[in-house]
């Protein structure tokens, strides 16, 4: 569909009915009749058009005053507050509709500028051609028309009732293509341009070509050009020659500028946003600004570091409230395209416009390599959106989401990048820190049992900052894909999901809404939003500068305004559609809970909407109320609609705390092994806890036992074992290797959800600091010592919590009946005191149905932070049933766990009908009932009879 773009001064232009009177008098008045014989349309009559049109451009502005409330909605808005005061009243509105066309005819009378006059504005499209008529004066005009046959776009221009030209002068169109200032051009001849335009170089590009003769006086040029070089325009101006004298006249438009013919170019459609590529090969471009004035799409080739082509978008009729919007017929040769975005230059109303800033979609789903600039000159578009998607569709094969249930999830965190970037993954460089890279280490998720994954952040982000820095909501990082750019980043995500969902495991992304990595007011970075709407987008404070947080970021995202929490939305469930991503983590999610002007929101639209949304229905929503960048968890009852998991900053911290010895820890730590009731009971449960006790900001675990004299790690919680940092000291090492044991047995034996972070299973290291490094994954290290036990450790935990799912992964709270805690003697524990250090709680299975399992039966679970072994009376079991250790992490590898168990034995002298167990210093034990050896050949006996009587009768 061929329809014009008005962006430049010929928004005098109009179009015209396809049976517009060939012919014009010369009383001082253009008559233009239709005559469609499907529309019938009044007569017209135009006496100027100096004031006709509201655009703001380089060096020109005009306007038109009409009344507001009959324009059409799109235009109202923007009349009532950029028109100059001017009064008008609307005479007609027409409107006639036949098949294949829409025509639609405006008149206005405007007062202004010392006169009077009436303008008549025709609106005409259709699929095959577009007309534009031109008015050069009150009684001249330049009629344009564009259609497409063949693969090739014909472009015909008239010209008629010029004055003082006779049919013996000789008239001429100057032209060009129309790169960017249309001001400036220029023509094969130096010296040739039209007086008042300048000439960008000394060398011209512009071409000259005659008008020849029609019918009636007027004067008629054709030309043809191949679809593939659309979309252009066309700059021209016409040259008359006469007299023998040869001098020359130059014909403009009623603003004395260049005429300006656009092909390729449709108005568009305001939704969706961003581009949409038509099945035709056209591209729709739609992007929200409420406060910009006017609106600019820049069109790059391949190689270009500066807009090849400029359009203006015409705020009539390129703007549908306050969405801007264009259509590229074909995009040629054209492959990144940007915005520039003019408006107030003033801080004083909260905007930051600025007219050299290119800048990046919203929308934009996949992202342009950015081209360096020349001369080591900056480029004006730091980031650029792609009009290149992919070649085919991808091949999602009978893919489909494994919808792991919460209580059965255990999750890996790692980063993209840094899980296989090191050469010791014995990936291919290609591969290497990319999605796929990821994939090719499945196996490795396996072993340890994982069936979740986290990625942090891999949203475009601000590489100087880092991940939890984004510029964009849509567009995968270019450096996780095989060759750098965002397009195979793409396609390399979706591999590497379906190939994780192939074995099990679910995707989940660390997202980032609450700030962006633009910077605030003092180091801005404008990329995208800032200068967009800057008054939309981010919170300001009363002075209208950009807000920063407690939480590290020096600016707000404004979440829960109607346009971005739109954007959130459309976000969250891109990904989920497109890439088939399985659950989001928000980090810094209390951001989300904060109003446009700062404000705490008791319920916050943007959570609400996500609680509800169906296409989120089935996902796995995460809340991270810490921040990455200070660490700073802030606890308030996060609104959840029961929905929301959280994660467990209170785990972590009372954990670390009971294990390192604190004392008056026993309550607190008892609350977290048994699923934080404090923070989810109340129509959750257990599994919507994220447990955790080491994290990408922070300390490692192999940290958390190795440096605590620091003075920033008084928070951390950690302790180092006796040395600080790296020993030879095989006793400090030897109580870190138990530390480090106790710590993933508290992980894995604990109600909720388990999270071990990237690296912890091998040790990495990052000298005691606790701020947000990409960590790189050293997969050598898995060959240590170190690696192997605590990995196969890992993995028969990973185990153990399954088979006792019944116990360990369980979806409600456990009843209270069925939990019992015990001291150094069994059912007696001094919560109160002080002193008292050892705590052992034991779990007891529910059994139900007409055969349940009875070879196992309760649990377990004791710990002895204490630097002084200590002898524990077991609880008494159920006849026929006795204890077996399962773990122990005083005992060297591999006895430290054994997964069928070894039975306790039970002395005569033991004083407790359980049995006693010695717990070594700084020591975790896992104990489970098993039924005796002859019990068992009895209940086989007892079932084999009960199998018969079934049988027989």
């Not at 739609?286 to 500066?306: E, F, I, P």
């Not at 416009?353 to 001369?375: G, R």
Request: aromatic share 10%.
């Amino acid at each position: 569909m061929a329809v014009v773009c008005f962006h430049n001064a010929a928004v005098a232009c109009t179009l015209a009915p396809p049976n517009v009177a060939e012919s014009a008098k010369h009383d001082g008045s253009a008559c233009l009749r239709a005559s469609n014989q499907r529309a019938h349309l009044k007569y017209a009559k135009i006496l100027g058009f100096e004031a006709l049109g509201c655009y703001q451009r380089r060096g020109t502005s005009g306007c038109i005053a009409v009344a507001e409330a009959e324009l059409p909605m799109q235009s109202r808005s923007h009349l009532s507050t950029d028109c100059p005061k001017r009064q008008g009243k609307i005479l007609e509105d027409e409107r006639g509709t036949c098949i294949g066309q829409t025509i639609r005819k405006y008149s206005y009378h405007v007062e202004g500028g010392g006169q009077t006059f009436m303008a008549v504005k025709w609106w005409y499209w259709q699929e095959s051609c577009m007309r534009l008529l031109m008015a050069i004066s009150s009684i001249c005009w330049v009629r344009a028309l564009v259609s497409e046959v063949d693969g090739k776009y014909k472009v015909v221009v008239e010209a008629s009732s010029i004055p003082n030209v006779t049919a013996d002068d000789t008239l001429a169109m100057h032209w060009g293509h129309f790169k960017s200032d249309y001001s400036n051009w220029t023509l094969f001849h130096p010296g040739g341009a039209p007086s008042g335009i300048p000439s960008v170089t000394e060398l011209t590009e512009a071409m000259q070509t005659l008008l020849n003769h029609g019918q009636c006086g007027i004067r008629i040029l054709e030309l043809e050009f191949e679809s593939k070089h659309a979309p252009f325009l066309i700059n021209f101006a016409l040259c008359c020659v006469s007299g023998l004298d040869r001098k020359k006249m130059w014909i403009r438009n009623g603003f004395q500028s260049n005429f300006c013919i656009p092909v390729g170019l449709g108005w568009g459609q305001p939704e969706p946003l961003g581009i949409t590529i038509g099945s035709d090969g056209s591209v729709n471009f739609a992007l929200y600004s409420r406060h910009a004035k006017n609106v600019v799409l820049c069109l790059y080739d391949s190689d270009s570091t500066d807009p090849c082509l400029e359009i203006d978008l015409d705020c009539f009729r390129h703007r549908t409230g306050d969405i801007w919007h264009i259509k590229l017929e074909k995009p040629g040769c054209f492959t990144r395209y940007g915005y520039r975005c003019k408006g107030d230059l003033s801080w004083e109303k909260g905007n930051r416009f600025h007219p050299h800033h290119v800048l990046v979609d919203p929308y934009a789903k996949i992202l342009a390599p950015i081209v360096p600039a020349h001369d080591g000159l900056s480029s004006s578009g730091a980031l650029l959106g792609s009009l290149i998607t992919e070649k085919k569709q991808f091949d999602w094969g009978d893919d489909s989401h494994p919808d792991i249930p919460l209580e059965c999830i255990f999750a890996y965190r790692l980063n993209v990048r840094g899980f296989t970037a090191d050469k010791s993954s014995g990936l291919d460089k290609t591969l290497r820190g990319t999605f796929e890279g990821v994939a090719e280490k499945v196996q490795h998720l396996r072993k340890l049992g994982v069936n979740a994954v986290i990625l942090q952040p891999i949203f475009a982000y601000n590489k100087r900052k880092g991940c939890f820095h984004p510029f964009s909501f849509f567009a995968p990082m270019d450096c996780f894909g095989p060759s750098n750019d965002s397009l195979s980043a793409s396609v390399s995500l979706k591999k590497m999901v379906k190939a994780l969902h192939e074995f099990g495991i679910e995707v989940i992304l660390d997202v980032v809404y609450s700030h962006t990595g633009e910077g605030g007011d003092e180091e801005p970075e404008t990329v995208s939003f800032r200068g967009i709407d800057n008054a939309t987008y981010y919170i300001l404070d009363r002075n209208d500068k950009v807000s920063g947080s407690e939480f590290g970021s020096t600016n707000l995202f404004n979440c829960n305004h109607p346009v971005v929490h739109r954007m959130i939305l459309d976000s969250l469930r891109y990904w989920v559609t497109e890439y088939h991503v399985d659950g989001f983590c928000f980090a810094n999610a209390t951001m989300l809970t904060i109003g446009p002007h700062g404000e705490e929101l008791s319920r916050p639209v943007l959570v609400e909407a996500i609680s509800f949304d169906p296409i989120l229905a089935r996902r796995k929503l995460i809340a991270d109320t810490c921040s990455p960048s200070t660490r700073l968890c802030k606890m308030r009852s996060f609104p959840h609609w029961k929905r929301w998991c959280e994660w467990n900053g209170l785990f972590r911290d009372d954990i670390r705390r009971f294990l390192r010895g604190d004392k008056g820890q026993l309550s607190r730590f008892a609350t977290r092994l048994c699923g934080s009731g404090d923070l989810f009971a109340g129509g959750r449960g257990p599994s919507y806890s994220i447990n955790f006790v080491s994290s990408h900001y922070g300390l490692t675990l192999v940290d958390l036992v190795s440096y605590s004299e620091m003075g920033r790690l008084e928070n951390d919680f950690s302790w180092n074992c006796g040395e600080e940092g790296l020993t030879n000291n095989e006793a400090v090492l030897a109580i870190r290797v138990k530390q480090v044991c106790n710590f993933l047995a508290c992980l894995f034996l604990s109600q909720g959800v388990p999270v071990l972070s990237m690296g912890d299973e091998c040790g990495i290291s990052k000298g005691g600091s606790t701020s947000f490094e990409e960590r790189s994954y050293n997969w050598d290290a898995l060959k240590t010592e170190y690696g192997i036990q605590t990995t196969q450790f890992i993995s028969s935990l990973s185990t153990f919590r399954s088979r006792r799912s019944d116990l360990l992964q369980c979806h409600e709270f456990i009843s209270l009946a069925n939990v019992k805690w015990h001291g150094v003697k069994p059912d007696q524990l001094e919560w109160m005191s002080t002193d008292s250090s050892f705590l052992a709680v034991s779990l007891q299975p529910n059994f139900t149905g007409s055969n349940p399992n009875r070879s196992v039966g309760d649990i377990y679970i004791g710990f002895n932070p204490h630097n002084e072994s200590v002898v524990v009376s077991l609880p008494a079991l159920p006849e026929g049933m006795i204890w077996h250790r399962i773990v122990d992490t005083s005992l060297p590898y591999p006895e430290n766990f054994v997964q069928d168990g070894i039975s306790v034995e039970i002395s005569e002298e033991d004083a407790s009908p359980g049995g006693t167990y010695k717990f070594q210093s700084y020591t975790c034990a896992l104990l489970e009932a098993h039924i005796a050896d002859e019990t068992k050949v009895k209940i086989q006996i007892e079932d084999q009879a009960e199998q018969q009587h079934e049988m027989s009768s």
